[in-house]
């Protein structure tokens, strides 16, 4: 038997222990989740995780050798493996501040009977005018508190940042209504791609954490945020000369982005808008990546350039009990500083052959109680194409596909 039943077993005892603990001591442990269910219909094969609950962007185009598109196929398929369970640990004061705990989990892992997956482990030290967060949590790029109001599990993806990090971060509260926040963040199962494809070791070998910081603003229904993201990254820990020899090497590549968000939350009508310039954001499950602008024949040596992307959306919602709402999401490939050498195959990333990525996905779900019954009809289009060899990224011949979601949920809260 695996280790995921009696982990479970331990969550729930923990939750039922507190009772017990509550009256001994000032520890509070609070227990609650949801169990979920969806079920959709896609009209193409698309590019997606864990078993396509998660999506992003349809498929390019597959030939056989009779011409017909692989990818030109509908498909179906229903699961319960985004219900959660969530425990919140309170009560206690440590070097003056109050002290809380998160840990939460889901079985959006690995298929088969190991699924269960760690999503948030943080430990929280709250002080009057600041906070400290030590842990796993959603990156700072996420921003959960101003999520669209989407229906599929990608929360609008990847037009907006998807990526939950080990991380330590700070937030200061410089008014009542401004508030800074600086994060040093690793990689785990979010990462950045290189030549030996996903891994978390590129940011590991620079022995420099992914630096964020984000400036927030709220005034009554109102917040504004800004943030800016840097971090390096080296692709390779030794190169190959066109003689076989090895040599090592240090070469970084540096990415920066910025982001700009807005959201307006009133007794009814909801509306957030988010643009984002960013550089290389593959471990954000966005589009992105990097490119090798040179190798020296005499030693392998590389140099690199990050893809630049724009990404922005739009999400209205109106209502409380019955509430309709619709995002409106685009991306575009902005191509690379310096030029890249030969085509495809000197590019590491996400989706780097695509031009742009439009999304527009109406949704209604209706509240009775603690239960919520939805449903979403998910549009994206994206355009595809070539690389033009020794570019700035550029692509032509292209062509575009698309994906239409329709999805149903049901999720009971606890």
């Known amino acids: 038997m695996n280790k995921t039943l009696p982990t479970f077993i331990l969550l729930i005892l923990c939750a039922f222990a507190s009772v017990t603990a509550q009256n001994t001591d000032s520890l509070k442990v609070k227990f609650n989740g949801f169990l979920r269910f969806d079920y959709w219909n896609d009209t193409r094969v698309t590019d997606e995780a864990i078993e396509g609950i998660f999506t992003l962007v349809p498929s390019a185009k597959l030939f056989d050798s009779h011409g017909n598109d692989l990818n030109d196929k509908a498909s179906a398929n229903a699961l319960a493996i985004s219900s959660r369970v969530k425990l919140g640990i309170s009560g206690t004061r440590v070097l003056g501040a109050a002290a809380s705990g998160l840990l939460e989990a889901d079985f959006t892992g690995a298929s088969g009977s190991s699924r269960f997956r760690l999503r948030h482990a943080a430990i929280t030290l709250g002080w009057t005018k600041s906070s400290l967060l030590i842990g796993s949590y959603w990156h700072q790029m996420v921003v959960p508190d101003a999520f669209p109001s989407v229906i599929a599990l990608n929360t609008g993806a990847p037009f ?12 200061y509260k410089l008014t009542k209504s401004f508030q800074a926040t600086a994060s040093a963040a690793w990689e785990s199962d979010y990462m950045s791609f290189g030549p030996d494809g996903p891994n978390s070791k590129y940011l590991r070998y620079t022995s420099i954490p992914d630096i964020t910081l984000h400036l927030r603003y709220t005034a009554s229904e109102f917040t504004f945020g800004a943030l800016s993201e840097l971090f390096w990254l080296q692709p390779r820990l030794f190169t190959v000369n066109s003689t076989g020899d090895k040599k090592q090497t240090n070469t970084l590549l540096r990415s920066l982005s910025y982001q700009g968000y807005a959201k307006y ?10 643009a984002m310039v960013g550089q290389n954001l593959a471990h954000h499950y966005s589009i992105g990546g990097y490119g090798v602008t040179s190798i020296d024949a005499a030693t392998g040596h590389e140099s690199y350039s990050a893809f630049n992307h724009f990404y922005t959306y739009l999400n209205v919602g109106y209502g409380k009990t019955v509430k309709p709402s619709i995002f409106v999401g685009y991306a575009k490939n902005l191509g690379t500083d310096k030029e890249i050498l030969g085509g495809s195959t000197n590019v590491y990333g996400r989706s780097l052959n695509i031009v742009s990525v439009i999304r527009i996905a109406p949704n209604i779900s209706w509240t009775i109680n603690n239960m919520i019954l939805a449903a979403e009809v ?9 690389f033009i060899p020794n570019s700035k990224g550029k692509i032509s011949d292209t062509y575009h596909v698309s994906n239409t979601r329709v999805l149903f949920i049901a999720q009971y809260n606890f």
């Open 160 to 171: 907006q940042c998807f990526n939950r990090s080990p991380q330590v971060t700070y937030n």
């Open 265 to 274: 939350s009133g007794d009814k009508l909801f509306i957030v808008g988010r």
């Open 378 to 386: 998910e549009y994206t289009n994206a355009e595809y194409g070539t």
